[in-house]
């Protein structure tokens, strides 16, 4: 007999049922296009006609929507040239030496026809770690053994590089060949033609930063040559200067006045020498020795205005509408306003401090005798009457400064009081 047990469910189970997956839909969702209506609207209720979006056009209908710039192009520069970026170089360099000497034009002191912009862009990257510039072309180096003997005098006493041998007054034989070969040069080293810039810069002594300034550039414009020669020579004069273990080099003289009363005239001198220049020279050769690292280095900010400038004329512009893209083209002009005063007193006596404070100097100049000192004025009369005229307007201004001096009294000598010389005459004897 065969028992059979049934259990009894009921016919809904308490449990949830397990989840089914939905069947796999075929039908993909579709992103709007550009050109899709808008949800709850037809295409047939729109009474415009309809516009083909593509990304350029969807980009400016944004900027403009949310108020960014106006519609723009690129322009491409055309390529600087070499002459183009000389140009650039000589036109600010000018520039900026006309706006600290105040002048109206650079004409009355030089003439910019014969600055060369290579000489100022050979000046500033043709340089050695110490700032002495090199020259491409060797033939206008100094001759070896003048260099020999500059380094020695330098490096006194340790001269490692002189081979020959060392007696008493050694050091005076060295410092004349060094002067010989100076003292006859065919051209001084701050040239003819930039001499009136190097003397007008001389009125601004007074304000010593501006003055180191405006002989920074001046030195830019010499040629290559001429400013290694310069940087080689103020190098060695002040070594010497400072260097206590240097024997005197002349019996009487400092070595400080020795080194500017030798070598003054190889840097500054006119082509019409007069005895003036040997004054102007003294001047600024005493200027150039206590601030010639400074001088004589390239000034950074003009450098780096000029690259900046040149930098931006390469660089691709943005054209906007109404736009004018040339006025940011112009050259720095390094231009202060000044009053309509103070235009007439720099055009009038701008380029005359220099000569005036030089006229000053000469007749305040005690160490000379008035035969002198009315030798100089004669020629300083002569060379620029119009500073002369200034100072003294009147023959009787002119004859303050050489008073005459009293004639003395004649002495009254004690013989002129006695009776006139009497001949012998025989006296009679009394004779016992």
């Not at 899709?36 to 516009?51: A, K, L």
């Not at 009363?261 to 003036?276: A, G, M, P, W, Y």
């Not at 005063?341 to 006229?359: D, H, I, N």
Request: proline share 8%; glycine share 2%; charged share 25%.
């Amino acid at each position: 007999m065969v028992w059979t047990f049934t259990r009894r469910f009921p016919p809904s189970s308490p449990l949830k049922p397990y989840p089914k997956k939905p069947l796999y839909q075929r039908d993909v969702i579709k992103f709007p296009e550009w050109n899709d209506p808008p949800p709850g609207t037809s295409q047939e209720n729109i009474p415009v006609r309809p516009i083909v979006m593509n990304s350029e056009m969807w980009f400016k209908r944004h900027s403009i929507a949310i108020g960014e710039v106006p519609a723009c192009r690129l322009v491409h520069r055309r390529q600087l040239t070499e002459a183009n970026v000389e140009e650039i170089w000589r036109s600010t360099t000018l520039s900026h030496l006309q706006k600290i000497l105040g002048l109206d034009s650079l004409e009355e002191v030089l003439n910019v026809k014969l600055v060369n912009s290579k000489y100022i862009i050979h000046n500033v990257y043709s340089v050695s770690k110490q700032g002495v510039v090199i020259l491409d072309d060797k033939s206008k180096e100094l001759p070896h053994w003048v260099l020999s003997a500059m380094k020695c005098l330098a490096n006194w006493p340790n001269c490692s590089d002189w081979k020959q041998p060392m007696y008493l007054g050694f050091e005076k034989d060295v410092f004349k060949t060094i002067a010989d070969y100076y003292g006859h040069l065919k051209e001084p080293l701050l040239t003819f033609h930039l001499f009136d810039a190097f003397v007008s810069v001389l009125g601004l002594l007074q304000k010593e930063k501006m003055a180191i300034e405006a002989f920074q550039i001046c030195c830019l414009l010499l040629p290559p040559e001429n400013r290694r020669k310069l940087q080689l020579l103020m190098r060695m004069m002040a070594r010497i200067c400072l260097n206590k273990e240097m024997p005197p080099l002349c019996d009487g003289f400092g070595t400080r006045t020795l080194m500017v009363q030798t070598f003054s005239r190889c840097i500054l001198c006119s082509k019409d020498e007069v005895d003036l220049d040997e004054l102007l020279a003294a001047r600024l050769v005493t200027f150039l020795m206590d601030n010639y690292q400074e001088i004589l280095k390239v000034p950074l900010a003009l450098q780096t205005s000029i690259e900046e400038r040149v930098a931006h004329l390469r660089r691709v512009q943005i054209k906007y509408p109404g736009a004018d893209m040339d006025i940011t083209l112009s050259a720095p002009s390094f231009c202060r306003q000044i009053s309509p005063e103070e235009f007439e007193y720099q055009r009038a006596y701008g380029s005359q401090e220099p000569l005036t404070a030089l006229l000053e100097e000469v007749i305040a100049d005690a160490k000379l005798s008035n035969k002198e000192k009315k030798k100089k004025l004669k020629q300083f009369q002569k060379s620029y009457p119009e500073v002369y005229q200034e100072r003294f307007p009147t023959p009787e201004s002119e004859a303050l400064l050489f008073p005459e001096k009293p004639k003395p009294k004649p002495q009254l000598f004690m013989w002129a009081l006695r009776k006139p010389f009497q001949p012998f005459q025989r006296t009679r004897s009394f004779r016992m």
